[in-house]
């Protein structure tokens, strides 16, 4: 007995002519619920399911399902930053379907549903909001294997990129040659690293030779200017960090993004008592070998800029004056509608004497489900103004941009590797020692700050320009919800006017 023959055993009672008539509309509702409530198959889904498949264009990222309101692939990890990267590639492919194609309309990237957002679209002239996620398990990885991948190949003597031909050879090595723990590492981080190559030995793909390019790249980039040297992210690494932290009131990270020191020389810091001293440790050229440290600051090609929310903490150590309490997060949808307009107005009443900032409310209603995001942004912006004088508002939304750059006046200099699925070396960008950013300007005259309070944006978006060590840079910040019930700050877009 098929699959169909079962279904109508079970249920062709329920219809008139003992079968459902596809040209009935109670029929098709009918069917509609028996799928939904005993299968969990929403006929809609299975529609715009199919559309993706059909299109080829996803093949790469295992099966396609669209479950709940979410479109899943298994062979993308749950979590971590090889996650991330490939949601981000099918993101694109959506775009690129959505242009191309008729059936999807109105596609656009928002900002809720998961940590990179979710695509909305419409399909057949049907509102679909579907975040993407991975439900794969073996290749999952972390910040940790991140970066202990780029000590690992370091340590390595593969000096040219992966390819589809020699992966499986050369992860083999890998395994083979780092088992017994990476230099540098933690035995924690190196276990991790082991167990992320076994478990990609048999995903010789393009997605898994772009992944693992990237760390190469970042590896090869290092060697290239310091090779023989050592690479640390534990030990003297912590130390430092430790104490900077103490010296400086600061996350470590803050203070110095470094993921991770290249050590050329010995170092002690056990009688250091001024952050000047820990910084007069690293280098301030890349290349130079005169001093005993490097601070290396590692991306991927499609990282995002910086996250700045932790500048909050300066100025209070009670959370909820910039994060949601828990009565706030419980509002009902009026609650926040009003909380958002009294938000706003303070907003407005604390830049109004600031010339150099816009703030531009659009009138048009909000949706419900970019209410709860849209207080959360208001709430952690509210508080930041307030901070500051009313005349120096300006001056918080630069502070916002160089903290989320990690320029805060009192970090050494480090170097940010991009680095490159194609293996090719990463690229190499320079922050100066004490650096800050300021308010672009021509002989005092600033363009204006734009803040952007939009119905469609569950958030606001800050607009400027900054001058960072001599060059000038288009930066867009968000104000968000960070996909569950509190709001983040972050840099979405940074880049270079030339």
Known sequence: ??????????????????????????????????????????????????????????????????????????????????????????????????????EITDYTRGKLGSSIGRAEFKFKGKQYLLPIKGTGKDSDTDTDVKEALVSMFYASNIDSPFTTENFESRIEQLIEGFSGGIPGETGKASAKVIKFLEAIQDKNDNKTVKFINQPLSSALSIKEVYPGQKIIRTGLFDEIRTKAKQLTGLPADKWCPGDLYVQLGSVDISDVDNIEIINDLFVDEWGDDSKSLVAVSLKQEKAQGGKAKALLQKYTKVKDDYNLTKEEQNYTSEQYREGIKELRSKVQAL????????????????????????????????????????????????????????????????????GKSSGEPASVETFKR????????????????????????????????????????????NARNNGTTQGTLEIQDISQIT
Do not use: H
């Open 351 to 418: 830049v109004q004497s600031n010339d150099n900032i816009t703030y531009e409310i659009t009138s048009e209603e909000l949706e419900d489900d970019k209410l709860n995001g849209k207080y959360a942004a208001l709430k952690s912006i509210e508080f930041l103004f307030r901070m500051f004088p009313n005349q120096k508002v300006d001056d918080a939304v630069v502070a916002l941009a160089g903290f989320a750059l990690s320029l805060t006046g009192v970090n050494p200099t480090f170097y940010k590797l991009t």
């Open 434 to 477: 004490g650096s800050n950013v300021i308010l672009y300007n021509i002989e005092g005259e600033y363009e204006p700050i734009e803040i952007l309070d939009t119905p469609g944006v569950a958030g606001l978006k800050l607009k400027f320009k900054i001058e960072k060590g001599g060059d000038i840079y288009n930066v867009l910040l």
């Open 1 to 102: 007995m098929d699959s169909i023959d079962k279904f109508l055993k079970l249920y062709s009672y329920k219809f008139n002519k003992g079968y459902p008539d596809m040209n009935n509309k109670q029929d098709i509702l009918l069917l509609e619920n028996i799928l939904k409530k005993e299968f969990g198959i929403i006929l809609e889904n299975v529609e715009l399911e199919n559309f993706l498949i059909n299109s080829d264009l996803f093949k790469e990222y295992g099966d396609l399902e669209i479950k709940g309101n979410t479109i899943k692939f298994s062979d993308i990890p749950p979590r971590g930053s090889n996650s991330d990267s490939l949601r981000n590639e099918v993101y694109t492919l959506l775009q690129q379907l959505a242009n191309d194609s008729e």
